[in-house]
């Protein structure tokens, strides 16, 4: 452990950050003295209904009741309600300007560049509000969309919202049973699609697989075809369909009716993996996710109006929405659909110096690419606005980090935060007030009750255990989709310990009140039963120049009769490499010297390709099930099923 942070904040920073304006809101209004952020977060979750009346408060949230009972139920999870007696609405929130400045900038990877201000992202929101009115939709309908991440996904979501409808969402480039797999269950009345879309130089036509989805989906009532690739797309043989310049027609722009409906009225649908069988159907409220996402960017964040938010993401990753409702804040939205590793890997730097950007977020591995890559920003590329890096998808290795502020920029917040779909945000996160420690997530987010417990459910520090969260919070979910008096989702997150929200990440709380991720509780391996996280392995591996990326999984041991565990390691190597014995020995010895021998492998295999989901996450369970012989549910959910072949029946691991 390093005695020297990475980074520290400056007087000036310190002073006019968004959370030391809040503490002075806390002390004025309570009368509670927070000196440091550790006496803040005490107070966030000892006086929960305080808090979240002054985030509330603090952030400027419109609604109707808000100043009134901030929680009833309290001692409940689940259970817990949230202001009951206050109403709503999420878009009106998020269009609170309608000046004209910049409220969206868009880039696509083959150069298409736009930009829209406040103005006129009402006044389209405002139009398109009115023929979906006019559609037949009413608060709690459904409103789905297959679109890549372009304007006019923002405008169809805040469209639907201001209605009172309820919008999910999932990028194009999942297949026609994937999308079924979601949107049948939630029975949509209206659909939003794009014609195709590109990524990586190609362009992809989806009528034909539209036309395909269209006819599973006898809930759709209207298709609203967005053109993307072409003008006007054709829409022959397509039941139902309008293109979205045809549907908007009719409409002149004037004050949207906003429906301020109940805090906890159904926002979001969001949807699990589906790596393990049917996606679950993940419902998130208006208000919980309005206020959890506001205390991120205000506070975590340090993001302030007119700053430009930018996160590497698609329509069909919970990064999308929490990236969407910056606007809340005052902040512009940066989009990018695309490739993000086009121009040699530049394109989104480039893009961060073009718009401005702030806040810079992408994945763990998109830095670990970067590095690899031998990109280095900081002689590149200006990055003179960028003041914070965010980092998920996966943890970000101690490495990550040298990387960054070697690499990218020096004077700067990297942030690397964790949550994920189930609460739409984040469990443990950045603090602009405090230093950046080398492998370290800063902090615990405020209102969250964070803790690491072991297999008794006792709560340690400085060893490795279950994140869980010990009280109610505004962004848990409201329920799982068709889940008659909540079994899903009770079992979900309150089975291993009752009444305590056990998120499955295998996670250890530093002697500084940071956080170090080891990877996913149920990808833990457990060899003669010591527990190893997985991404201990990854820190190590994939610091070998060789080796572009690894997936590490327990195999049972002997197949026949299985009494142990072994570790095996698959690797993919830089193009035209082989794994040979003398890298397979760099490999372990490197394991070894840094970990310990109960970490090395027992077997390492050279791959083609690593198995991921849509939004870019390794499926261990799924590689862990094919060599095991046991089926993959729902390969759709993956972004290339494909390699689970490299996988399957390999004699190397019979032997």
């Not at 803040?40 to 952030?59: D, K, M, N, Y």
């Not at 480039?173 to 190609?202: C, H, M, S, T, W």
């Not at 945000?425 to 950046?436: E, H, I, K, T």
Request: aromatic letters at 10%.
């Amino acid at each position: 452990m390093t005695d020297k942070p990475l980074w520290q904040p400056g007087p000036a920073r310190i002073a006019n950050a968004n959370l030391t304006a809040f503490a002075r809101e806390v002390r004025r209004r309570w009368e509670v003295t927070a000196n440091d952020y550790a006496a803040l977060h005490r107070w966030s979750i000892a006086e929960p209904a305080q808090f979240w009346q002054t985030v509330a408060s603090f952030c400027r949230v419109r609604g109707d009741g808000l100043d009134g009972a901030a929680l009833s139920d309290g001692d409940r999870m689940p259970g817990a309600r949230w202001f009951p007696d206050a109403r709503l609405n999420y878009a009106e929130n998020l269009l609170r300007r309608r000046d004209r400045a910049t409220a969206l900038v868009f880039w696509s990877e083959e150069r298409l560049k736009t930009s829209v201000t406040y103005a006129e992202l009402y006044s389209e929101v405002s139009r398109l509000a009115q023929a979906l009115r006019a559609a037949g939709v009413t608060p709690g309908d459904r409103v789905a969309a297959y679109l890549p991440n372009v304007p006019g996904a923002i405008i169809a979501m805040l469209a639907a919202t201001s209605l009172g409808a309820t919008w999910s969402s999932c990028s194009p480039d999942f297949g026609e049973q994937g999308v079924l797999d979601r949107f049948g269950q939630i029975e949509p009345k209206v659909l939003f699609a794009a014609d195709g879309y590109f990524y990586n130089g190609k362009t992809i036509d989806l009528i034909e697989r539209l036309r395909e989805i269209a006819g599973q989906l006898p809930s759709v009532e209207k298709i609203v075809v967005v053109p993307y690739t072409r003008p006007r797309p054709p829409l022959a043989g397509l039941p139902r369909a309008v293109n979205v310049h045809d549907f908007m027609a009719p409409w002149r722009a004037k004050e949207i009716a906003f429906e301020r409906l109940p805090f906890d009225h159904p926002l979001y649908i969001l949807y699990s993996s589906g790596t393990t069988g049917v996606p679950k159907c993940i419902v998130h409220g208006a208000g919980g996710t309005l206020l959890q996402h506001m205390k991120e960017h205000q506070l975590h964040v340090d993001l302030k109006s007119g700053e430009r938010l930018f996160y590497f993401t698609t329509c069909g990753w919970m990064m999308w929405n929490w990236l969407a409702s910056a606007l809340a804040s005052g902040a512009g939205l940066v989009l990018y659909d695309g490739s993000p590793l086009i121009a040699g890997g530049r394109v989104l730097f480039d893009l961060a110096d073009a718009a401005r950007v702030h806040a810079f977020g992408v994945s763990a591995k998109f830095l670990d690419s970067a590095a690899k890559a031998g990109l280095r920003p900081r002689l590149t590329h200006r990055l003179a606005s960028m003041r914070t890096l965010l980092s998920t998808g996966s943890p970000l290795a101690p490495e990550g980090f040298d990387y960054v502020y070697r690499d990218i920029k020096r004077d700067l917040h990297l942030a690397s935060i964790s949550g994920g779909t189930d609460l739409i945000s984040c469990f443990v996160l950045g603090n602009p007030l405090a230093p950046v420690w080398r492998g370290e997530i800063q902090c615990a987010g405020l209102g969250m009750d964070v803790a690491v417990f072991d297999e008794n459910g006792r709560a340690v520090q400085e060893t490795k255990g279950e994140l869980v969260c010990r009280r109610p919070f505004p962004s848990m979910p409201v329920g799982f989709w068709s889940d008659a008096g909540g079994t899903k989702y009770r079992a979900a997150y309150f089975e291993k310990f009752p009444g305590v929200w056990c998120h499955g990440d295998y996670i250890e709380q530093t002697s500084r009140g940071g956080y170090v991720i080891y990877g996913r509780s149920d990808a833990v391996l457990n060899p003669g039963g010591v527990r190893i996280g997985t991404a201990e392995i990854y820190r190590q591996v994939e610091s070998l120049d060789e080796v572009v990326e690894s997936l590490v999984i327990g195999q049972e041991w002997p197949p026949a009769k299985p009494v142990d565990v072994r570790v095996v390691l698959f690797v993919r190597l830089r193009e035209g490499l082989d794994l040979d014995t003398g890298l397979i020995e760099r490999i372990k010895r490197r394991i070894r010297e840094n970990t310990t021998p109960r970490h090395v492998p027992a077997v390492i295999l050279q791959v083609a390709d690593i198995p991921r989901t849509k939004s870019g996450k390794i499926v261990e369970l799924a590689v862990r099930n094919i060599v095991h012989g046991r089926p993959v549910k729902n390969v759709d959910a993956l972004a290339n099923p494909e390699a689970l072949a490299h996988y399957q029946d390999r004699p190397e691991l019979r032997a």
